[in-house]
Protein backbone atom coordinates (compact mmCIF):
# COMPACT_ATOMS: atom_id res chain seq x y z
CA UNK A 1 0.00 0.00 0.00
CA UNK A 2 1.94 3.48 -0.90
CA UNK A 3 0.94 6.33 1.74
CA UNK A 4 2.93 9.53 1.26
CA UNK A 5 3.50 11.06 4.34
CA UNK A 6 5.36 14.02 5.04
CA UNK A 7 7.94 13.20 8.03
CA UNK A 8 10.91 16.09 9.34
CA UNK A 9 13.84 14.98 7.66
CA UNK A 10 16.09 15.27 10.39
CA UNK A 11 14.25 12.63 12.64
CA UNK A 12 14.34 10.10 9.31
CA UNK A 13 18.18 10.85 9.10
CA UNK A 14 18.66 10.21 12.65
CA UNK A 15 16.53 6.51 12.34
CA UNK A 16 18.61 5.51 9.36
CA UNK A 17 21.58 6.15 11.59
CA UNK A 18 20.85 4.51 14.94
CA UNK A 19 18.87 1.78 13.07
CA UNK A 20 21.55 0.96 10.57
CA UNK A 21 18.77 0.21 8.32
CA UNK A 22 20.01 0.82 4.41
CA UNK A 23 16.53 2.71 3.52
CA UNK A 24 14.27 4.83 4.54
CA UNK A 25 11.60 2.50 3.89
CA UNK A 26 13.09 0.05 6.32
CA UNK A 27 13.64 2.11 9.41
CA UNK A 28 9.97 3.58 9.17
CA UNK A 29 9.04 -0.13 9.17
CA UNK A 30 11.52 -0.55 12.12
CA UNK A 31 10.51 1.98 13.86
CA UNK A 32 6.71 1.30 13.95
CA UNK A 33 7.18 -2.43 14.81
CA UNK A 34 9.10 -0.89 17.70
CA UNK A 35 6.34 1.29 18.87
CA UNK A 36 3.96 -1.22 18.51
CA UNK A 37 6.15 -3.81 20.88
CA UNK A 38 6.41 -1.26 23.82
CA UNK A 39 2.42 -0.09 23.54
CA UNK A 40 1.84 -4.11 23.63
CA UNK A 41 4.39 -4.28 26.81
CA UNK A 42 2.78 -1.30 28.37
CA UNK A 43 -0.68 -2.76 28.28
CA UNK A 44 1.18 -6.27 29.91
CA UNK A 45 2.86 -3.78 32.29
CA UNK A 46 -0.37 -2.37 33.70
CA UNK A 47 -1.54 -5.69 34.80
CA UNK A 48 1.42 -6.21 37.45
CA UNK A 49 -0.11 -6.82 41.02
CA UNK A 50 -3.73 -7.22 39.12
CA UNK A 51 -4.20 -10.55 38.49
CA UNK A 52 -4.78 -13.18 41.44
CA UNK A 53 -1.88 -15.81 40.95
CA UNK A 54 -2.74 -19.63 42.22
CA UNK A 55 -0.53 -20.66 44.93
CA UNK A 56 -1.60 -24.06 44.57
CA UNK A 57 -0.28 -24.53 40.36
CA UNK A 58 2.59 -26.62 39.85
CA UNK A 59 4.09 -25.39 36.80
CA UNK A 60 6.73 -28.25 36.85
CA UNK A 61 3.81 -30.73 36.98
CA UNK A 62 2.24 -29.39 33.88
CA UNK A 63 5.67 -29.44 31.85
CA UNK A 64 4.83 -33.54 32.38
CA UNK A 65 1.10 -33.42 31.23
CA UNK A 66 0.12 -35.27 28.70
Do not use: C, H
Request: hydrophobic share 40%.
Amino acid sequence: MATNLAIDPDLLDRALEVSGEKTKKAAVTMALQEFIARRQQRKVLELMGKLEWDQSYDYKAERTRK
